[in-house]
């Protein structure tokens, strides 16, 4: 996992957990992708050195350290390093699932198109989503499943963001999942079926779930098709740069990791699809609400797309989350990230006040459960030693994740408890009582004692008159020794970046077009604010392949054509 310290360090590191993309449960990162990041690591590095090198002190800090995290180079630095050059109607950077639907629909109008994916294997995180977001899709009609008018779902959207939203984007988007959905099944593709996604996010049977609940078998299967009709697939070879001739986009320039030489590819039109800058801490920090400082990532994303249009002059937008805590030094599914980070016990900041109803995870999945942690300057979990005992083997966890159910048990955490405090790590704690474990947390002693006995209180009387939360969630804490763990953000992907207008075109701020650009998947994803929205389950992949069909049309209507 990369958190703070590896960035400041110029690391760029896979991540060792999972990943998700859309809003879909957290998934398993494959073999390939955790390869592909650690082979990529020392390429990343000599290409940041270089576009480092390039910019000299010119450039502010953040600025510097933003370039530095990711595997751009300026353009003017890599055109006299070219060994080979290329020509296709269309470039495609980056092959997951906005990318290669991109890729699949310019070849399958006409178009001759060369595919240039970072790992190296295609899929990014799209293998490990589970399904997307339809609307009136011919699935749903065979099925008769009851659809409400599309005013709903919209209403959903503007109440969840404060009406902060562009609803035309919405509507325009939520009305073209239905082609997406059938577009998919005339490529030959099998869906498993329709329905719900979990029942507690809502009962509208939108979601259409992937063979075998598993998008690694869609992103085959559109591999497979672009194969098929001719498109040319150079994976670890990332994009590194754009081609332009005045204000133009015509083509771009790749690295091949493999050989360790630049290439050039000239075309009509640039597709960026290089799945968003989760690994970019300084690049998150500077188009989100979040502080970083002790944050981690599960992404693989370090905002080439991004970068390499703000070159150009590309605007951006405020972009969203797809949000976790962790516990740093462990993956998501660890004993003790599951112990500190999802059950509902209490969360203290670091002035010892509670803050939140713990239990807001077991409501809305993650997201505001997220932002309510984030809210805090830091957050600490504290619970005792009958907790830990109850989750190691007694009547096990309240809350899970995954297949990590409720009334499981976490036989590591106590190991890894102990570990983390052997270790000083620095965000796990143990003490005899509440005054020297507030000391330990650097927590005013008599303050966080008043926090825990009033809370105590609220347990005892079943009633939460502060925040309301579950009575059968309200658990005291009895007796030493008592724990305190730091709480901490965690970026799974980012959804949003730059500005582009309804065709996916790359714009600058004033909405002027630049020529031959085009960007899809998350880091073109204009549809939420800071904040995503669990409730429409499938909706982030279904965007994404949205956005890659969108864009392919329009780029050969307009470029090829």
Excluded at 317 to 332: D, F, H, N, R, S
Excluded at 433 to 442: P, S
Aim: proline residues 3%; negative net charge; charged residues 20%.
């Amino acid at each position: 996992m990369l958190d703070r310290r590896t960035f400041i360090k110029g690391s760029v590191v896979g991540a060792a957990g999972l990943t998700t993309a859309g809003l879909l449960s957290s998934c398993t990162t494959t073999p390939a992708q955790s390869a592909s990041a650690s082979a990529s690591a020392s390429a990343s590095a000599s290409a940041s050195a270089s576009s480092a090198a390039s910019a000299g002190n010119t450039l502010p800090e953040n600025e510097r350290l933003i370039r530095e995290a990711s595997r751009v180079v300026y353009e003017k630095d890599v055109a006299d390093k070219v060994k080979e050059t290329l020509e296709a109607d269309i470039v495609v950077l980056g092959g997951g699932a906005g990318g290669l639907s991109a890729a699949v629909r310019a070849a399958e109008l006409g178009a001759s198109v060369i595919l240039c994916e970072k790992a190296a294997a295609l899929g990014g995180s799209s293998n490990g989503t589970e399904g997307m977001f339809g609307y009136k899709s011919v699935l749903q009609i065979e099925q008769n499943v009851d659809i409400p008018p599309i005013g709903e779902l919209i209403e959903e959207e503007c109440i969840y963001s404060n009406y902060r939203i562009d609803t035309n984007r919405w509507m325009r988007f939520i009305n073209a999942t239905a082609f997406t959905v059938e577009w998919l099944l005339s490529q030959g593709y099998v869906y498993e079926k329709v329905d719900v996604y979990k029942p507690e996010l809502g009962d509208f049977k939108c979601f259409h779930w992937w063979k075998d609940g598993k998008g690694s078998t869609m992103m085959e299967h559109l591999e497979k098709r672009a194969r098929e009709l001719g498109v040319t697939i150079m994976t670890s070879t990332p994009g590194v740069c754009l081609m332009t001739e005045g204000n133009k986009v015509v083509g771009a320039y790749a690295h091949k990791d493999d050989d360790n030489e630049y290439i050039a590819i000239k075309a009509k039109a640039v597709i960026e699809g290089t799945g968003g800058f989760g690994q970019n801490f300084r690049l998150v920090e500077s188009l989100t609400v979040w502080d970083l400082t002790y944050g981690q990532t599960r992404s693989f994303g370090c905002g080439d797309g991004v970068i390499m249009s703000k070159d150009l002059g590309a605007g951006t937008y405020m972009c969203a989350i797809l949000p976790k805590t962790g516990v740093e030094g462990y993956a998501t599914l660890d004993d003790i990230a599951i112990a500190a980070c999802v059950n509902p016990l209490l969360y203290v900041n670091n002035n010892g006040d509670r803050f939140m109803d713990e239990a807001l995870y077991m409501q809305h999945y993650s997201a505001l459960f997220v932002n309510a942690v984030i809210s805090q300057k830091k957050a600490y979990v504290v619970f005792d030693q009958a907790t830990v005992d109850r989750f190691v083997s007694g009547d096990g966890i309240y809350a899970g994740l995954r297949d990590r159910l409720p009334g499981h048990n976490l036989p590591d955490l106590q190991t890894q408890i102990d570990d983390s405090i052997a270790k000083n790590r620095g965000n796990v704690f143990k003490a005899n009582t509440i005054k020297e474990l507030a000391g330990a947390l650097g927590i005013d002693p008599a303050k966080m004692e008043a926090t825990v006995n009033h809370y105590n209180d609220l347990c005892k009387a079943g009633k939460d008159t502060d925040y309301l939360k579950n009575p059968k969630y309200l658990i005291p804490l009895e007796g030493g020794p008592f724990y305190g763990i730091r709480l901490d953000p965690m970026v799974t992907n980012t959804i949003g970046g730059l500005r582009v207008n309804y065709n996916n075109q790359v714009v600058k701020p004033n909405d002027e077009v630049i020529p031959g650009l085009y960007s899809v998947g998350v880091d073109s994803c204009m549809l939420y604010k800071e904040t995503y929205n669990y409730t429409m389950s499938g909706g982030l992949v279904s965007y994404t392949l949205y956005s890659g069909l969108t864009s392919a049309q329009h780029a050969f209507d307009t470029c090829v054509k």
